[in-house]
């Protein structure tokens, strides 16, 4: 097939596999007239494999992924199905990797049709093909319509989860609520006493601290300045978050988060999975995590601080699981502020009272008078799967 061609689908039941030389994502998005899912439950991939006549199927590495389509299944209101894909390695083009895309009877796996996409560059992520209804007959359609901004372009195009920008208001830094109630001493940090300096934590009762004299352990509600020799902090640093699964060999999959506000509260942008980097790449996000398996942060977000632009006042980070599983079954979730320079640890705060719900706000830091960043511990938690209802809850809290 070539862009733009379809043929006629002579079976009800079919998949779409999309192979290249790297491992892929693919996903598939069931579609209205207007060109929308209905809801985030129309959006079929690893995380939630099944859809009403669509089904996501995982070759496990060593076969590619696909998304079948029984069109007899599909329910009314339903025009369209679009089939996506882009690189399982954050960041990575589609240059040198041109994917194909191969449409199969799934009753016997006989190949109906292939397409591979040309003249790729600097996409991270396409719509490869579609399965569609017209006057009453499904059709299967060569696409190849690329994005260089990832999922995230996707996800604008068809209505998934992105929260549009707000407008800018002039610049007028707010100050975090102190909290209600005196802060309580802090636990032992977990790590071995080898794995870093002996942290300090505010004494009840006695407000903020600095970074003077050295890492800090912040209970919830607990703020530390990033101030450093008496100066603002405004250097690159690194919020990492991890998690481990509560009972061991069930897989825990959330997605960490960062929402940027401007002084009014009102949302600038969201910095997550599917959108990489946001306010010109002063906030990077380090790609997706699926298990939460391992040593170490599961996954990192990388702060200019020095290059926040001035409308942005606030950053909250948040924590959210898509697949529905409650942070009563995470353990050991934590989030820590390092010195991206020399991978030093300056703050941490541990995740000690889970509740059963879907999100969480882990911290956030908020831009003062005087110029410099304040960082408070929170873990307030939020019925969302995804970091779009995380916003104005997010929102409150500064």
Known sequence: MTPGSNIPLTVTHVTVDVAAPVRLDVSGLLLTPDGKVRTDDDFIFYNQ????????????????????????????????????????????????????ATLRNAADGSVLATFTPPRLGAETALVVMEIYLRNGAWKARAVGQGYANGLAGIATDFG?????????????????PQPTAPPQPMAPPTEPPQAA????????????????KGRVSLQKNQTVSLVKGGRPLLSQVKMGLGWEPAYRGKDIDLDASVIAYGPQ??????????????????????GDNLTGEGGGDD????????????????????????SGQKFTEVAKAYCRLLDAATGEELVRFDLTNAEAQTGVMMAKLVRQFSGEWDMTAMGDFAKSRTVRGMVKPAAQSL
């Not at 954050?90 to 240059?95: S, V």
């Not at 300096?197 to 003077?212: M, R, Y």
């Not at 009102?266 to 959108?275: A, E, L, M, P, W």
Request: with cysteine; net charge negative; charged share 15%.
């Open 299 to 322: 996954e990192v977000i990388v702060v200019d601080l020095g290059r926040i632009p001035q409308e942005v006042s606030g950053l909250v980070f948040t924590v959210n699981s898509f």
């Open 265 to 286: 509260r009102n949302h600038i942008d969201s910095c997550y999975f599917g959108k990489l980097s946001i306010l010109n790449g002063a906030v990077k996000h380090s």
């Open 49 to 100: 494999p099944t859809g009403p006549g669509v089904t996501y199927r995982s070759g496990g590495g060593t076969a590619p992924d696909a998304i079948a389509v029984d069109t007899t299944a599909v329910p009314p209101g339903i025009e369209k199905i679009v089939v996506t894909a882009s690189p399982d390695a954050a960041g990575q083009t589609f240059q040198g990797i041109e994917p194909t």
């Open 160 to 176: 998934v989860s992105v929260e549009e920008p707000a407008p800018a208001a002039q610049p007028r830094p707010v100050t975090p």
């Open 197 to 212: 300096p002996a942290a300090q934590s505010p004494a009840p009762g006695s407000g903020k601290v600095n970074l003077d």
